[in-house]
Structure formats: structure tokens, C-alpha cells
């Protein structure tokens, strides 16, 4: 059938505005001698509102929608101003015919379950719908009930990994190392740095935890990197110019992008030659899209996993659960530049408050992401050599944790005489404002903004006198004795009214007492606990 203008024949959502971004690329390429079709892109960031891509759909049309689930359902429940625009494309959806939700198990774990119910119910019945990802999880089963009819499952494989639910390419190397605890950091600089020596030219992925490891870990590699490469740049999931950082690195020759799992799904970055695993991902399926985003097209590259010593058995859990081996990296570095290297990072803390924030946040996010790992017999929090892990990343103190309350600190010192309160932000206007609640503090004992705890604290007797609640054991036993004697009294009327309905139903059998009589007997007793039915 032929489309009009502002009829939309096709849909297709994707978890991350980089994938959707990507895929309206090579859809440009291929609707590039296709006259009549069109296509647009719904997806926030770059500035962009929905009354903008409202508009856009408007003045040039849309046969096929791509778009981040979000921005979707925003447009389609009225969040935008135009409430005419918007009816114009409610009305072009009645012509829908196929539907696309991309990465399907990313769209799940993401939070978006809501958002594609809501835009479901704003699509026709009658439709193709696919979902296309590498993994497969339970909660994609629930939405395949919920939104398909009668499914059909197409699965992909290798011819030499037939029996396996993932693999990787055959071009691609996996390797682990296992580093010390207090030089892992170190090592990782010290590998880096291999990478570029002599002039080289390669392009490298370095997956962190949280967005905390990235904001902390890109700003101090910028630092350290600085005589090997000038092109570092960082992704999170909270970065606001994060488009134009992807893109960028699409581009260049070489460089190193420092990301958490935001870009482990599905983007398409050509010429990687090495993805590096800082930490063990949070679950099974995320270590191989990550592996994933080098050797892609045939080409070849290399994965590398920095594992602790109390980590090791991550390898046969990977092995067993994704059937990857991985094998050891030989020329991995060993590191002995760990205090030196400690000594600089801690004297940029010293100088710069933004930093000292960014390092301690970095490491409460590292720990508390722990705790969520899906292995956790594997990856247990109990096993973390603390303060060797805040020795690597430079920390000047340990914050203050529940995950740290009971635990035993080995391998960190700090300085005690040291003030803490005398370092300050090179951001004159943010220090101004630090110095204004520092006065507060000295004055009060109080940082602004934050809780209080009660100064005073009533001994718990009293707490329970004040509530009403605290009865002596003399009084507890008469009431008790009480409830018991009254609930025997109850009993002995329940028995005493079945025996008198018994002896009213066998009269009424015997015909001694009509149906009739018997109801209005049975209805007039009051304490009648039970329902009979004639």
C-alpha cells in the first residue's frame, strides 16, 4: 500500500539516543533512492523539545519513526504544546504496520517496561512486531505476551557455536589479568600508555561501573595521558553533551573513550582496538556486548578484563555461564610506580576540592555498585580489600559508610593531622559558598542543608512511658487471662447454637417442621455463625 505524507508505516524504538541516532544513519542510506519514503528521529537531548519534533513531522513528513521510548511517549500522552500537530500524528499511526523494539532485554532493564505498555496501547492491534536482541531475559517473555500474537522466535547463530546461547567472534581475543589490588589503577596507566608508545594510532573503550569511576578516572587520565594522546574523552549516562562526545570519537583516528555499560549495547564504532573491563560488569550478558564493541565486521581485536585476586573465579563463572575463555595476557605490566602515583593524585586532591568530591564519590559508587552484582557467591563485597582500592584511586580519607562499618582496613593510611576543610575549589563562587556554610559549621556543629541527628536521647523506657506501650507483666497476664476467658464464652454460644439449628434441620427432615418454619427459626437466631443454603 502506498503511505502518505504524515502516515507512519514503521516504528522503531531504541534504549539509548546514540543507538537511535546510529540506526536513522544507515536508514538514511538506504532510503537514499527511495523517493517515497520517509523518515524522522524523536529523541531528547541536543536542546531538542517535542514540540520541535512535532514540527519537523509536520512540515516533512514521516513514513518511518525512530525514536528513544521516552521522548515517544511524551509526544504521544501530550506533553507537547501543539495538541494539533500531535493529533495529526495519532491519526497517521492507524496505518501502522510494523513495529521494532530494538535491543529488547536494554529497553526492560532500563526501566522503560511502562513506557512501551504505554505506547502500545496507542498502536493498532493489528501489526508486525519484532524484538531483536543478542539476549533474551524473562521480562522480554511477559512483553512478548503482552504485545505479540502468535510469536515466532528466529535465533542466529554461528555454525561452530551452535549449541551456545552467546558467543564472540572468532576475530576477537579474549584476555583477563589479575592485578594487584593497590597497583591496579597503575597498571592500567602503565598499559595505556603502551598502547600509544611510538607513535601508535589505536582507538580503545574503557568500561567503568558507575558514572562517579568515569567522571573521577576520565579526569585524572586526561592528566596522566596527557605526552601520549591528546583525544580522551568520556560517556555516561548523565553526561549532557553526550551525543557530540560519541560522535566525536566515531571519528577520530585514535583516542581513548572512558564509559560505563551506556555504550555496551548495540553502537557501532569502527576501527576499536581494544575494549578494557576495569571492573567485572554487573551481569553476565553485559561482559559480552561489551566485548562486543570491537572485532565487529570481521575485523579483529582484543577484549582485556582486570580482575583482583579474590575475583579470579569470575573467569569459570563467565566460562560456564557465556562460554568464553578467557586467557591470560602475558604482557600485562606490573606496575611498581604505585606510591609515587598515589603521592600525585592525592596532591591534586589537595589543591582542588572538585577533585577530592569526585575521587570520594567515585569510590562510594564502586562499592555500592558491588552490592548489586548478579554473581554476588561469586563477587562478594565481604572479600574487597578496601583500603588497598582507596590507596589505587588516590583517596585522601575513607568516607563514611555502612559497607565500611565493620569491615577491617588494611592497606590505607592517612594523614590525621591533616584539615580537610582547607581544601579548596578553584571555582571562586562555589568556594565562597563552601566558606559561608564552613562558618556555619564552626558555629553550630551543623553542616547547612544536611539532617540533624536529636542532640538528646531518651533512655528507651521512657520512649515506650511516652507511647503508651510499656504495660508491666502483672497487667499483660490479666488481659491475657481476660481475651481467653471471653473467647471461651464465644465457644460455648457457637456450640450451643449449632446443637439448637442441627435439631431444627432434622425436625424439618422428618416433616415434623415445614421448610418455611424452619427458615424463620434459623433466621431468628442472633448469634448465628454460619450460612445455610436451601
Known sequence: MSLKKHDVGAII????????????????LFLKNIDHLTHQLFMGGLGRSSDLDLKNFIDEGSNIVIATPGRLEDILIGKSINHLHRSTLLAGLKQLEVLVLDEADRLLSL??????????????????????SATQTKDVEKLIRAGLRNPVLVSVKGKENENCNLSTPESLKNFYTICKPSHKFTSLVQFLKSQFSGGKKNKILVFFATCGCVEYFSLILQRLLRKETQQI?????????????FNAFKKSETGILICTDVMARGVDIPN????????????????????????????????????????????????????VELQKLASFPESDECPELTAELRAWQKNDRSIFDKANRAFVSYIQAYTKHECKWVLRLKDLPFGEIATSMGLLKLPKMPELKKAK????????SFDFNNIKYKDKQKESSRQRKLEVYRETGHWPGMKQKPTTSKPWSDKQ???GRRLDRKRKKEIKITHQDQNDSKDDE???????????????????????????NLLASSNLKCQIRF
Open 111 to 132: 526501566g522503560f517496561y511502562n513506557a512501551i505498555n504505554t505506547i502500545l496501547n496507542f498502536l493498532p492491534k493489528q501489526r508486525r512486531t519484532g524484538l531483536f
Open 233 to 245: 574523552f568520556s560517556i555516561h549516562r548523565q553526561k549532557a553533551k553526550r551525543d557530540k562526545i
Open 465 to 467: 512511658d511516652a507511647k
Open 494 to 520: 457457637d456450640l450451643e447454637d449449632l446443637e439448637n439449628d442441627i435439631k431444627i434441620l432434622k425436625k424439618m427432615k422428618k416433616g415434623k417442621v415445614s421448610v418455611i418454619g424452619a427458615n424463620l
Open 409 to 416: 582496613i588494611d592497606g590505607f593510611s592517612n594523614d590525621t
Open 13 to 28: 524504538i531504541s534504549p539509548t539516543r546514540e543507538l537511535a541516532s546510529q540506526i536513522s544513519e544507515v536508514l538514511s
Open 272 to 323: 576499536v582496538s581494544w575494549v578494557i573491563q576495569y571492573d567485572p560488569p554487573s551481569n553476565a550478558e553485559a561482559f559480552v556486548h561489551r566485548c562486543g564493541r570491537t572485532a565487529r565486521s570481521g575485523n579483529i581485536g582484543n577484549a582485556l578484563l582486570l580482575l583482583l585476586p579474590m575475583e579470579d573465579t569470575y573467569r569459570d563463572f563467565i566460562a560456564l555461564n557465556q562460554k
